[in-house]
Nanobody, 119 residues
Framework: VQLVESGGGEVQPGGSLRLSCVAS????????MGWYRQAPGKERELVAL???????KYADSVKGRFTIARDNAKNTVTLQMNKLEPEDTAVYYC??????????????WGHGTQVTVSS
């Protein structure tokens, strides 16, 4: 199973970016799926997560600015990031709880995509 992110880049403060992640491979189902980020010198932190049934969870720092969405049929998750701030600069990682059967579930990470917010 692979998680592949796309959509990172550099943007000015106040700008927008959209991240996408697709899970591929032998997948029975994807449970929670979402995004974490890690800035230089800081621990990895949750940004946004969405359950299989569509319940979102956001970090307080991104509420009202970021929107997470999923397409369960395509095993994809997107993160629309608006009103970006320099503090949002980090490597963003896709994360998912993947089932390869009814009984076997594991947590998987993508390789990360860089988001830089700078003037």
């Amino acid at each position: 199973v692979q998680l592949v992110e796309s959509g990172g880049g550099e943007v000015q403060p106040g700008g927008s970016l959209r991240l996408s992640c697709v899970a591929s491979g032998y997948i029975f189902s994807v449970e929670d799926m979402g995004w974490y980020r890690q800035a230089p010198g800081k621990e990895r932190e949750l940004v946004a997560l969405m359950s299989k049934v569509g319940t979102p969870k956001y970090a307080d720092s991104v509420k009202g600015r970021f929107t997470i969405a999923r397409d369960n049929a395509k095993n994809t998750v997107t993160l629309q990031m608006n009103k970006l701030e320099p503090e949002d600069t980090a490597v963003y990682y896709c994360n998912a709880d993947v089932r390869t059967s009814r009984k076997y579930e594991f947590n998987d990470w993508g390789h990360g995509t860089q988001v830089t917010v700078s003037s």
